[in-house]
Nanobody, 119 residues
Framework: EVQLVESGGGLVQPGGSLRLSCAAS????????MSWVRQAPGKGPEWVSD????????YYVNSVKGRFTISRDNAKNTLYLQMNSLKPEDTAVYYC????????????WGQGTQVTVSS
């Protein structure tokens, strides 16, 4: 059974940082491209970033470029998202999803972790 468990969300002030983690199990993690997807209140899901299976190629939505960094540790079956210079518009539930930016909609999703950016 595929399991994706996100952690690391919380309440942070604008300009602050958070590091999200996603622990994967039930599939060969190191063989999959992975994405982070977020959903803000009242909006549809938005792809944020992806990373290829080997960890050498990354892509980001324009709104987070230069602030967010995606990474993975295939030995630990874990995906990360380092989020710096957070803005109120980054407030959303963040999901770890199997697949890259063109395939995530058909992937497996975790339960999500809430990120709230507010003063």
């Amino acid at each position: 059974e595929v399991q994706l468990v996100e952690s690391g969300g919380g309440l942070v002030q604008p300009g602050g940082s958070l590091r999200l983690s996603c622990a994967a199990s039930g599939f060969t993690f190191g063989s999959y491209d992975m994405s982070w997807v977020r959903q803000a209140p009242g909006k549809g899901p938005e792809w944020v970033s992806d990373l290829n299976s080997g960890g050498g190629t990354t892509y980001y939505v324009n709104s987070v470029k230069g602030r967010f960094t995606i990474s993975r540790d295939n030995a630990k079956n874990t995906l990360y998202l380092q989020m710096n210079s957070l803005k109120p518009e980054d407030t959303a539930v963040y999901y770890c999803v199997t697949g890259g930016r063109s395939t995530w909609k058909r992937g497996y999703w975790g339960q999500g972790t809430q990120v709230t950016v507010s003063s």
